[in-house]
Nanobody, 114 residues
């Protein structure tokens, strides 16, 4: 089993930045093959970015403001989000990449509002 604990979300004004953190534990040896997803109210959960052995991958519609990175030794995944807009308001989760084959964690809420 693999568990995820996400943190770093909060209330931020438009144009602000956040760095989300995901700590993985359990039967997992590396952060490659993990990614970030988000779910806005009333919408499906969608992929934001993933990290593979070949590098980072981003959803086409989100390129430019999102940066995924990680610390393999700490089994920790990060997501830097810059120039936040209200459309970024969502619960953010980490899970497997390219498919979310693990159990979901509780996520971290990002709310963008003035």
């Amino acid at each position: 089993q693999v568990q995820f604990v996400e943190s770093g979300g909060g209330l931020v004004q438009p144009g602000g930045s956040l760095r989300l953190t995901c700590v993985a534990s359990g039967s997992i040896g590396a952060i490659y093959g993990l990614g970030w997803y988000r779910q806005a109210p009333g919408l499906e959960r969608t992929l934001v970015a993933g990290l593979s052995s070949t590098g980072p991958h981003y959803a086409d519609s989100l390129k430019g403001r999102f940066t995924i990175s990680g610390d393999n030794g700490k089994l920790t995944l990060y997501l830097q989000i810059d120039d936040l807009t209200p459309d970024d308001t969502a619960m953010y989760f980490c899970n497997g990449f390219p498919d979310p084959w693990y159990a979901w964690g509780q996520g971290t809420q990002v709310t963008v509002s003035s």
